[in-house]
């Protein structure tokens, strides 16, 4: 048995594809597994650049500098999918699209419009990219590869934190915001079905 998490390569599928063999013996069913390939850097993305790519389906966040992979984490994504137009957001779905960090929160409190009376403070080391919509961390919940989230990507703590300081820009030490000023470098987020 393996323990939950654990970081394995897929060796062979088979011909269903219901399954996956991680050892010589041991096949897992494929939907208790999370599978993350390289991925294509946005269009004028430089070979240093930072950018997030995010699979709302395997539900998986990897970080790369230009093509090269250097973090990857389990997510939740909206709990909703996205419907046959993109454009149109329905609650507790996480948009599709190509987007770039705008403003960093050390900490910031969470109201959902869908659920009034319902919020969580001192929400940790937020990345709003799009609207309201950010990644950030997530202390309330532990079900990361899981569809959980109201809209946002949800992170654990110790994930959420190393993606704030890794990115572009950087938030000076003694600030608690940061808003991204134009022709500064942010980190560009893209995140597919």
């Not at 050892?23 to 494929?30: G, M, P």
């Not at 390289?38 to 709302?56: C, H």
């Not at 990897?62 to 250097?70: I, L």
């Amino acid at each position: 048995e393996l323990a939950p998490r654990t970081i394995v390569s897929i060796l062979e599928e088979s011909a269903d594809g219901r399954f996956v063999r991680v050892t010589d013996k041991a096949w897992l069913r494929r939907t208790d597994v999370r599978v993350t390939s390289l991925a294509t850097p946005p269009p004028g993305t430089g070979p240093k650049e930072k950018w997030f790519d995010v699979d709302r389906d395997e539900q998986v966040l990897v970080a790369y500098e230009g093509e090269r992979p250097v973090y990857v984490t389990l997510i939740s994504a909206g709990r909703a999918a996205l419907g046959k137009d993109d454009k149109m957001v329905p609650a507790s779905s996480t948009p599709t699209g190509v987007y770039s960090v705008h403003s960093k929160l050390k900490t910031a409190t969470m109201r959902s419009e869908n659920r009034p009376g319902r919020s969580h403070a001192e929400v940790m080391y937020t990345q709003v990219f799009y609207e309201d919509y950010a990644l950030h961390g997530a202390y309330w919940h532990d079900e990361f590869g899981d569809r959980k989230s109201a809209g946002c990507v949800n992170l654990s703590p110790i994930d959420s934190k190393w993606l704030f300081d890794w990115s572009e820009p950087k938030v000076p030490t003694d600030w608690h915001v940061k808003k991204i000023e134009p022709g500064e470098d942010a980190t560009v987020v893209v995140i597919h079905p």
